[in-house]
């Protein structure tokens, strides 16, 4: 039946079913002989070539080379560049039926030499920008492409420049996808959790007894003690590592908001629900959830939680329907579960669920036998992105150890960037180091008779104080947040004309 139909129908016809066809790939190298392939075939040149500029030379090269047989050509060379010159620089499709009499080419050393006849070169635009060209022609025979054919190729082009675009990003985000994987898994394994002291030799014993097993880790420590690190490591050491790890911190979203973003929502279940929306253990599906500051979380969000644990089951807001999930819970604190158990604050049955396996990280000041080790790590970690600094002064070292560190690694890390890019050459000096460390070098902290968040409200008074109440300067310094610092401020009812107040 195809046979009776005009050329042009033809045509039209097998536009729309190679367009089908490219659509459905997302191989780039399948992707650019299946368009050479078509091409060749539907205007019976002999030899096709696709030129695509790399995005990083700007050079153009020869990626595909085919001939009428779907056969590769091995010299992908002998074409004539002079008419693909000539269709970048007018960015219109160039066409010849008898290249050697010509006179547009007859200075055209390659058309003699490689006995070129017929040739069209189509450049491959997107938004005026020209990625590329296909290139046709014929040896052997003397081959008129019609007005018909010209304007099929023009539109094969505009959709196969799409195609080509597309599957140039799929191509590029796999290949980001497996470099990241790889720098996670590096990155996060036993040698960046830094320690050789008692408690932290106990912490990595825990680590790699639970590695390799789904049960839930409670992690309880202050804030800055690295558990988020140690949550890592975890998961990506775990047979979990190719699948999502995914965090949430419980204390910076309202009650009805975190649990959207946890549990996810269907379309119409509040004012502004206009789609469906997956939730974050959704997403989590077959991988690990962190769930940081897990002891903020609101006793109805508890209940939801403790049947994820329980049943495997989420249910989206406004939903009827349960789906299954399998996540791994790993949890993090910096307040005392147990206390918060018995205020009423937090669940007891979930807190039971949770604390299969507790890791407590020890603070800085309890390990300070890992300040050397940790400041020579830090030294090397930034060492690329600052003045190069080789180490540090026995005097220095000596400031640092003397320091209790209320901030833990968190600000241990800021003092040192600190240091790097205030030093003078290749040691960091006392000079360097910040004068509030310096100044409350010798003052012993009575930890113990103070509650965590009381230690921590202290703590963001002192670093406003020093900053003059910059809050853009205090939230570098605390290694965390804007958004971070002003949920603690409005937590804590930290208010500068109240501080101020009570010291006068």
């Known amino acids: ?44 040149a ?56 010509d006179p547009r080419f007859s200075e055209s050393q390659s058309i003699a030499l490689y006995n070129l006849r017929s040739i069209m070169v189509i450049p491959l635009k997107r938004l005026e920008r020209i990625i590329g060209v296909i290139y046709l022609d014929t040896q052997t025979i003397r081959k008129v492409f019609s007005d018909d054919e010209v304007d099929f190729i023009n539109a094969f082009a505009n959709l196969a420049v799409l195609s080509i675009e597309n599957a140039k990003l799929t191509n590029s985000l796999a290949v980001e996808n497996k470099n990241l994987k790889g720098e996670i898994s590096s990155l996060y394994n036993f040698k960046d959790i830094i320690g050789t002291s008692k408690k932290m030799r106990e912490v990595l014993r825990l680590i790699e007894k639970v590695i390799n097993t789904d049960v839930p880790v409670l992690l309880q420590g202050e804030s800055g003690t690295g558990k ?37 929502y269907v379309k119409g279940a509040f004012t502004g629900a206009i789609t469906d929306k997956m939730g974050l253990f959704e997403a989590a599906d077959g991988g690990t959830f962190f769930l940081d500051e897990v002891g903020d979380l609101s006793l109805s969000t508890q209940t939801k ?58 603070p800085l000041r309890e390990r300070k036998e890992d300040i050397p080790v940790l400041v020579r790590y830090l030294i090397h970690k930034l060492g690329n992105k600052n003045k190069n600094v080789v ?20 600000e241990l890390e800021n003092v040192i960037q600190h240091t790097m890019v205030m030093a003078q050459n290749e040691m960091i000096t006392e000079e360097d180091i910040p004068a509030e460390i310096l100044q409350r070098r010798f003052i012993k902290y009575d930890y113990f008779s103070k509650k965590l ?15 003059n109440f910059s809050r853009k300067k205090t939230a570098e310094i605390l290694g965390i947040s804007l958004r971070t610092l002003h949920y603690k401020l409005k937590e804590y009812n930290i208010d500068r004309k109240k501080e101020k107040n009570q010291e006068e």
């Not at 219109?92 to 039926?97: A, D, K, L, Q």
């Not at 949550?231 to 911190?249: C, E, G, L, V, W």
Request: with cysteine.
């Open 1 to 44: 039946m195809t046979k009776n139909l005009p050329d042009n129908i033809k045509l039209l016809k097998s536009l729309y079913e190679a367009s089908e066809i490219i659509n459905s790939i997302r191989d780039y190298n399948e992707l650019l002989e299946k368009i050479m392939d078509t091409v060749l075939k539907l205007l019976d």
């Open 46 to 101: 002999e030899r096709g070539f696709i030129m695509i500029v790399d995005d990083k030379t700007e050079q153009m090269k020869v990626e595909v080379a085919r001939n009428l047989h779907k056969e590769n050509i091995i010299n992908s060379k002998e074409i004539s560049m002079t008419t693909v010159y000539s269709a970048l620089q007018s960015g219109e499709i160039i066409r010849t039926s008898d290249a050697q009499s």
């Open 305 to 362: 939680l403790l049947r994820v644990l329980q049943e495997h089951k989420i249910r989206r807001l406004g939903d009827t329907d349960d789906r299954l999930v399998d996540v791994r819970i790993i949890s993090a604190t910096n307040k005392i579960l147990e206390d918060e158990v018995k205020r009423g604050n937090f669940r007891e049955d979930l807190f039971y669920r949770l604390n299969v396996v507790k890791i407590v990280v020890p």
């Open 228 to 264: 988020g690190l140690m949550a890592k490591a975890i998961h990506y050491n775990s047979p979990r590592k190719d699948k999502k790890f995914i965090t949430q911190y419980c204390g910076a979203l309202p009650e009805t908001l975190l649990e959207s973003e946890l549990f996810g």
């Open 453 to 467: 968040k009381d230690v921590e409200r202290e703590h963001i008074i002192n670093v406003l104080s020093e900053t």
């Open 391 to 410: 180490g540090i002064t026995n005097e220095a070292m000596s400031d640092l150890m003397k320091y209790d560190w209320p901030g833990n690694i968190r």
